[in-house]
């Protein structure tokens, strides 16, 4: 999984979070989040997600018992998107990886606390208009480029918030230059009582030729975001 966009400063220059990300990955936990019930969820820490992924894919194993001839894919594979989304600083994280008829599915919805500064510290506003009015629209100049929509939502008891969908190029892991394209929708949530942080709710996929469809799933999931 890429690394998470900043939102705050411009999603075509990540890996610039602010310090508080880090400390919400720790204290952070008053978010709720629904993913379709064939996707697989579980703990990111690093001190559980070794047990849980084991638990997990023994369980999916018991139910579908032909996935056993891939046990150790399917571990390496959710080990390293739970990797990647930690260090990318998310506290949540859903995929789906599946099979359609020979063609492999992937996809993963990651959910984020970010500071509302820019990079001298200063404090940004979290109004989502004003989020909106900070981002970049990018417009491709021929079939196949790379693009982005920015728009605002109003999600079912949360309220407004930005967003930006399209295919983007992001960076495969934070200070990595290369870069892979994806499926991307993102949307910004100010978080209730404070003054300072943003939710980044963020659904990402390779599978191009599906972008408008991964667009509406990630648009559902998000719609279920509540604080708690």
């Known amino acids: 999984m890429p690394t998470t966009p900043d939102p705050i400063h411009d999603p075509a220059r990540p890996g610039q979070q602010e310090r508080v990300q880090e400390a919400a990955q720790e204290d952070f936990r008053g978010v709720s989040l629904s993913v379709p019930e064939s996707w697989w969820e579980f703990d990111i820490r690093p001190e559980g997600r070794d047990s849980t992924i ?11 018992p032909e996935l056993g001839d891939y046990r150790a894919e399917l571990t390496a594979m959710l080990r390293r998107m739970a990797k990647d989304a930690y260090d990318s600083g998310a506290v949540y994280m859903g995929c789906m990886a599946e099979n359609f008829g020979g063609v492999p599915l992937s996809a993963t919805v990651t959910v984020s606390v970010l500071g509302a500064k820019n990079k001298q510290g200063v404090a940004l506003s979290t109004d989502p208009r004003a989020i909106a009015e900070s981002l970049r629209t990018i417009t491709p100049r021929r079939d196949g480029d790379a693009w982005r929509t920015v728009t605002t939502v109003d999600i079912p008891e ?5 967003r930006t969908f399209g295919v983007e190029d992001v960076p495969v892991a934070q200070g990595d230059t290369r870069t892979l394209r994806m499926v991307l929708t993102q949307t910004y949530i100010p978080v209730p009582g404070t003054a300072g942080q943003v939710v980044l709710v963020s659904g990402a996929s390779p599978v191009l030729d ?5 667009h509406d799933v990630f648009d559902a999931v998000t719609g279920t975001f509540r604080f708690v």
């Open 210 to 214: 599906l972008a408008e469809a991964f």
């Open 54 to 64: 084991r638990t997990l894919v023994d369980e999916r194993i018991r139910e579908i």
């Open 158 to 162: 949360v309220g407004p918030a930005a």
